[in-house]
T-cell receptor, first 115, second 114 residues
Framework: EPEVTQTPSHQVTQMGQEVILRCVPISNHLYFYWYRQILGQKVEFLVSFYNNEISEKSEIFDDQFSVERPDGSNFTLKIRSTKLEDSAMYFC?????????????FGPGTRLLVL | AQSVAQPEDQVNVAEGNPLTVKCTYSVSGNPYLFWYVQYPNRGLQFLLKYITGDNLVKGSYGFEAEFNKSQTSFHLKKPSALVSDSALYFCAVRDQTGANNLFFGTGTRLTVIP
């Protein structure tokens, strides 16, 4: 299976602090997604990113969130001022395949704990 | 709007027995359906998908899923369960519009008993 990597694997932060979660996608694939999974709940879509622009975002993805591709390869999710309810597992995914045949491959996730 | 339902939070099965993890979906238009597995403290691993074609889809680790349009179901199956199959299983449907993000079910925890 194609490999998407994420760093860090775990992060603990204080409420109000900024966090940056990083994803290294599969080479040469331009469609990225961020999802989150609050403990014990289902995986929820946050945002999709294509060709260096946000293509779609959910209602969860408010002004505290941003995504970037700072160096042309890594893909980041920033939370500007974390809240307790941001504690979750955050997954990056990369879409591979032609339209209507594609598959999303997920990274191992970053577990974020906001205290 | 798209959605999936996994009616069972927990499924227990004895090792060597067949297993089924249920999923039903609701979409407008043709469904694009996926199964992912999540092992403890790990990410989501792709198992299989249905886009078009044969209703029986074969995937990784001996899993298969049967697409049933009349029942709007996409149940995951395996003829003989292994203890190592114990994990959390998620059914997902692809958004038909926009960026094609996935909508996930609530997950089913499969426990295979030795």
């Amino acid at each position: 299976e194609p490999e998407v990597t994420q760093t860090p694997s775990h992060q603990v932060t204080q409420m109000g602090q900024e966090v940056i979660l990083r994803c290294v996608p599969i080479s040469n694939h331009l469609y990225f997604y961020w999802y989150r999974q609050i403990l014990g709940q289902k995986v929820e879509f946050l945002v999709s990113f294509y060709n260096n622009e946000i293509s779609e975002k959910s209602e969860i993805f408010d002004d505290q969130f941003s995504v970037e591709r700072p160096d042309g390869s890594n893909f980041t999710l920033k939370i500007r001022s974390t809240k307790l309810e941001d504690s979750a597992m955050y997954f990056c995914a990369n879409r591979i395949g032609s339209a209507y045949q594609e598959t999303q491959y997920f990274g191992p996730g970053t577990r974020l704990l906001v205290l | 709007a798209q959605s999936v339902a996994q009616p069972e939070d927990q499924v227990n099965v004895a090792e060597g027995n067949p297993l089924t993890v249920k999923c039903t979906y609701s979409v407008s238009g043709n469904p694009y359906l996926f199964w992912y597995v999540q092992y403890p403290n790990r990410g989501l691993q792709f198992l299989l998908k249905y886009i078009t074609g044969d209703n029986l889809v074969k995937g990784s680790y001996g899993f298969e899923a049967e697409f049933n349009k009349s029942q709007t179901s996409f149940h995951l199956k395996k003829p003989s369960a292994l203890v190592s199959d114990s994990a959390l299983y998620f059914c997902a449907v692809r958004d038909q519009t926009g960026a094609n993000n996935l909508f996930f079910g609530t997950g089913t925890r499969l426990t295979v008993i030795p």
